[in-house]
């Protein structure tokens, strides 16, 4: 029996692909029909009135959001406005770290033999894991500080390349700082949680931010180019 239960499950490699796209399905019609934004103001409303036990609720929802790819702008602005800057910062930054190794576990675990036998015959893909696989930090450090690269796909992404675990975890930790203190300040600034919008700032933080969004972008894709090119040279 054990062995007829083995061979049902090697003949089914679907499955996990299968639920995985289906779980997404379910969350993108659930993001349509429901103003996901709305549900998170209320959800930092009890956060606010609950003490530790909402700081706890909050790292668990951002985490449960970054799995989800759910957009967690107005909860990282909305720490801000509950916790304050320095506790904010620190909360975000533990939730977003949290939430970031839980997709990249996710997307090595449960999906990585999938996409790998997808772009098996992709020899510029193969470059770039080898690539990060050499400068794992380097890369995913970068690609942290660039809002050009989306934060929920880059989880599930670099777990899909042969970066460290422990390359991976501390250098999104850090790459993530400098944007957490700066939308946290933000929310802070806010003061209620009813003020809080989900554009960006205005005045000079907001082409503060442009103007660092520009130039780690820049750093990034001229970083990446080269070292992707010397990559796939090699390989071939």
């Not at 599930?156 to 975890?169: I, K, P």
């Amino acid at each position: 029996m054990g062995g007829t239960g083995g061979a049902e499950k090697a003949g089914r490699p679907w499955r996990k692909p299968a639920v995985a796209a289906g779980l997404v399905a379910v969350v993108a019609a659930a993001f349509v029909v429901f103003d996901v934004q709305d549900a998170f103001r209320e959800a930092l409303a009890w956060i606010d009135r609950h003490g530790a036990a909402g700081m706890a609720a909050f790292v668990a929802l951002y985490v449960l959001a970054t799995v989800l790819f759910l957009p967690g702008s107005v909860l990282t602005l909305g720490a801000g406005a509950v916790f304050g800057l320095v506790q904010g910062a620190v909360v975000v930054s533990v939730a977003s770290t949290l939430g970031a190794t839980a997709a990249f576990l996710v997307g090595r675990y449960l999906a990585r033999g999938w996409v790998a036998r997808k772009v098996s015959g992709n020899d510029r893909f193969q470059a770039i894991d080898d690539a990060v696989a050499r400068e794992g930090w380097k890369i995913v450090g970068l690609t942290r500080l660039s809002p050009v690269f989306p934060f929920n796909l880059l989880n599930y992404a670099y777990g899909l390349t042969r970066v460290s675990f422990r390359d991976y975890l501390l250098a999104s930790w850090v790459g993530m700082m400098p944007g957490t203190v700066m939308y946290v300040y933000i929310g802070s600034l806010a003061g209620n949680l009813a003020s809080l919008g989900t554009g960006a700032p205005a005045g000079p933080a907001r082409w503060a931010i442009r103007i660092l969004g520009l130039v780690a972008t820049v750093g990034v894709t001229v970083y990446v180019t080269r070292i992707a090119r010397a990559a796939l040279a090699k390989r071939v």
